[in-house]
Every structure is written in structure tokens, then in C-alpha cells.
């Protein structure tokens, strides 16, 4: 039997993205009308499109993932409203102000879980924008969110060691960003207080604004695949990514570069677990660029 799902992974990664739009059409044909935006289901298992065209109708987008995704896909909300009649967000409560703030020509409403906002003549969930547009991630590149910025010492390297609890497997012992800490000022973006020699000892505020401030200013963003990583990608920060030996379908099996985020740069584990060598080669790229006096971390 062929597995749809798993052709879908493969394309997305190698960035065949009309292959992986195909494949998904596929799916989509499969599909009960019935089964769409299912309440039964957990909101992440939820389809929403159905393949009606938004070219100017009146357009819901709903955001039932988490925040990074919805960060890694606002990017195309002004594409979909140079196409559409109208858009309406309905957009998880803590980024409400943060895509407000980014001026697009759109109606930015909290998702509140017991008060939906009506369907739109197209419903869309954000995930499937790219595939709804068919649009690739290089026709709408970062920077496309903005913030304002906090007060941070020059030089300073925001840092990320945790993930999101659903996948541990993600994250970084914390004290391995510890030779991080003696190269650079640093902050953390972990909402809990740290053990490191950082600047916020407290942890990061539980707040998307200053969070996405800190990050604004920040010299450097070395962070786990979480969504500090999608905050800093559509605020175009240099950025080094701290991947796990099998990352999911948005980055690529090999290679340092990302189509999502041209400025970002990606470190594998080089096989399960192994953190260690990960931070040894990020330890060792950090020095070389103080030894350079580099500005430019990318």
C-alpha cells in the first residue's frame, strides 16, 4: 500500500513542493465532506480546506496547530489577501498582537475554543496555506513580522534549550550551552529560571511581545526546533537551529540552509541523541566568529 503521508514528508523536504501539492490532492479527493473540520477529532488532526478556490470570496482562516506553525505560515496571509475578498484570523490569543502589528489588510480575531467565528464562503486552516495558494516558501521570505525591540548589552546570543513537552527529544541539556555562555552576553527564551550564566537568571517573560523583543535584538538566536526558531525565521534574526538526528518534514534531510528561512543555519545531531557533538560544532563556529570580530552570523 502506498503510503501518501510519507511521499508528502519526502517532497516537502526536498522542497518539491508542486509534488507534494499533488500528493495532498490526492488525499484531499480521498476525503468524507463529512469528516471536515470533525469536532470529534483533536484540533492538530483537523482538515479544513476543501479545495474551493479563495480567489475573491470571503475567507476564515483557522489556526489549530501550534504557535510555531502558525508563525511559519502567516507568511502567506498577504498573498492570500491580495487573492481573497476578505480574511478573517482566527489566531491563537498570545499572537493576536503580534500579527496585528504587522499591518497586513486583515481582520485578526483571538481563537476562543467555546465561540468560533462563523465559517467564511472558503475555510482554510493555516497549515494549508501553501497548498491552498500553491505558493512555495520562497514567495513570501522573511522578514515578514515585526517587533519592537528590548534593551539587550551589544553581542548578546539568545538561547533556547527546551521544547515543547509532546517531543523531549528535541531538547538540549541545558548545560551544554554552558561554553555558549562564557563566549557572549546571553539570554534565555525559556520561560523558566535558568541555570546558566545568562542575563535574565528569572527566564524569559511568559509573553509573546517581549519575548518577540528580546529576539528583535538579539545578535544571535541559538535555539531547539520549537517556536522560538519560527518567531526568529519571520523576524529575519541570524539564527542557528539545533536539530534532532530526524527532524519533521520542514527541514530538509541534509544540507545547512533552509528554503522556510534563507537566514537560518541548521545542526543535525549525527545520530539519535547525540547533543553533544551538535554543541561541540556550535561552540566551535561561535569562537571562530568572535576570533573574526564577525557581525554576520548566517
Partial sequence: ??????????????GRYDEAWTIAGHVLDSRDPGTRDDAALPYHQRWVWDGRPVAGRRVVVRCYHGLGDTLQFARFLPLLAQRAASVTLEVQRSLVDLIRAAGWPIEV?????QHPIPCGEVDVEITELDFALRAPPELAPPPYLNAPRAILPPGTIAICHQAGGWD????????????????????????EPSELDVINRLGCPLDMGATAALVAEASLVITVDTMIAHLAGALQKPTWLLLKARPDWRWPAEGAGSAWYPHMKLYRQPRAGDWKTVMARVTHDLSACHALDARSFT
Avoid: K, N
Fill in 1 to 14: 500500500m502506498i503510503d501518501l503521508h510519507a511521499q508528502w514528508i519526502a517532497s516537502m523536504r526536498a
Fill in 109 to 113: 480575531v483571538a481563537f476562543d475554543e
Fill in 168 to 191: 523531549g527529544e528535541r531538547s538540549v541539556p541545558q548545560g551544554l550551552f554552558a561554553p555558549i555562555c562564557a563566549l557572549a552576553p546571553c539570554i534565555t527564551l525559556v520561560a
